[in-house]
């Protein structure tokens, strides 16, 4: 069954309307160009003047008192940017937390500068999941479905230490992956090569995935190609439930990851990265909240308490908006600031 599901996805995957086929690749494994433009994913607006400047500072006292409503300051870190006017962060947004399967995107960067080296292509042959198929294809399964045997495979390839020294060049002090291991796994080796022996969590902070979104979207990771085909296949990203896209009509290229709950993880973990092309201009948002448990459906407040950051963040960003709850966002807009808020 689950190589059938595979099988499935790979050919939604080709068929997708972002797919990046092998023919945009020469024989060499040089790439030809592709022609994505990053500012036609939002949706076009008429009257610019309608956007404004986006009130950051109600943003900031908002999302401060939505996650001490929730009693959720604890363990809780958020971060945002508009790539121009603002960039607001929470007071412990330099915490190192748990990613569970939000390190993805940072693997996925690194396969691609790997590439760019001339190190492989796109069409060279790996033991993936459920069997031999190419780099492209296991990416598709890591970052379309979360697969963690994908991702074994593709870091194996790139190396643990190239993921690190990708934090290190970037400036994301506060992040280390350190271990992906999975030993049922296609291709397991014994002793695992992505692991640094540490017994470390891997982590990452939202001060740090801002960073780097800001970066990837200026150009300064990879170059128009690779920045093109890391945007399509994040939009292909689905989630267990969105948080930051859940009441989001434009396009969201995230990746989520999560240890619930519900599944016995204590302290649980609901993460979200996500890069969104508004009709006002592009942002980018980080919610990562790791946090002891005694209810649980601990996750269902975890994920509302960031489907409702992101639907405010929209409204910020797009005032005469609607989300998709149909709520038009000038109400959204007009609501009191909850409290108490985190400091």
């Not at 009693?71 to 945002?80: I, L, P, Q, R």
């Not at 002090?173 to 692991?195: A, R």
């Not at 519900?262 to 508004?278: I, K, L, M, Q, R």
Request: charged share 15%; net charge negative.
């Amino acid at each position: 069954m689950k190589i059938l599901f595979v099988t499935l996805l790979l050919f939604i995957y080709c068929n997708f309307c972002f797919c990046i086929s092998q023919n945009h690749f020469n024989k060499n494994g040089d790439e030809k160009s592709i022609h994505f433009d990053v500012k036609s994913l939002g949706s076009s607006n008429d009257n610019p003047a309608l956007c404004g400047t986006p009130n950051s500072q109600q943003l900031e006292q908002y999302i401060n008192g939505l996650v001490g409503s929730y009693g959720y300051c604890n363990g809780t870190e958020w971060a945002v940017t508009d790539f121009k006017t603002f960039n607001i962060q929470s007071s412990n947004s330099q915490n190192p937390q748990q990613t569970a399967s939000t390190i993805k995107l940072w693997v996925l960067l690194s396969v691609f500068k790997d590439i760019e080296a001339g190190l492989y292509t796109l069409d060279k042959q790996i033991e993936c999941s459920t069997g031999l198929i190419t780099v492209e294809q296991c990416i598709a399964l890591m970052i379309g479905v979360s697969d963690n045997c994908a991702t074994y495979s593709l870091t194996a390839l790139t190396k643990l230490s190239s993921v690190n020294a990708l934090f290190k060049t970037l400036g994301m002090d506060d992040s280390q992956f350190h271990e992906w291991c999975f030993t049922t796994c296609l291709g397991y080796s014994s002793p695992c090569p992505n692991n640094d022996g540490t017994g470390d969590n891997n982590v990452l902070s939202s001060h740090d995935v801002i960073h780097g979104l800001t970066l990837l979207h200026e150009g300064q990771i990879l170059n128009e190609t690779f920045t093109a085909l890391t945007y399509k296949f994040l939009l292909t990203a689905h989630g267990w439930q969105p948080m930051l896209g859940y009441y989001v009509p434009a396009p969201v290229a995230h990746k989520q990851g999560w240890l619930p709950a519900n599944e016995g993880f204590n302290p649980f973990t609901e993460n979200d990265e996500a890069t969104v092309f508004s009709e006002c201009g592009d942002y980018a948002a980080s919610v990562m909240i790791t946090r002891d448990w005694s209810n649980p459906q601990e996750d269902t407040i975890a994920l509302q308490l960031g489907a409702t950051i992101g639907k405010y963040i929209y409204c910020t960003m797009v005032p005469f908006g609607y989300t998709n709850d149909g709520a038009p966002c000038s109400i959204t807009l007009s609501q009191q600031i909850p409290s108490p808020a985190c400091q």
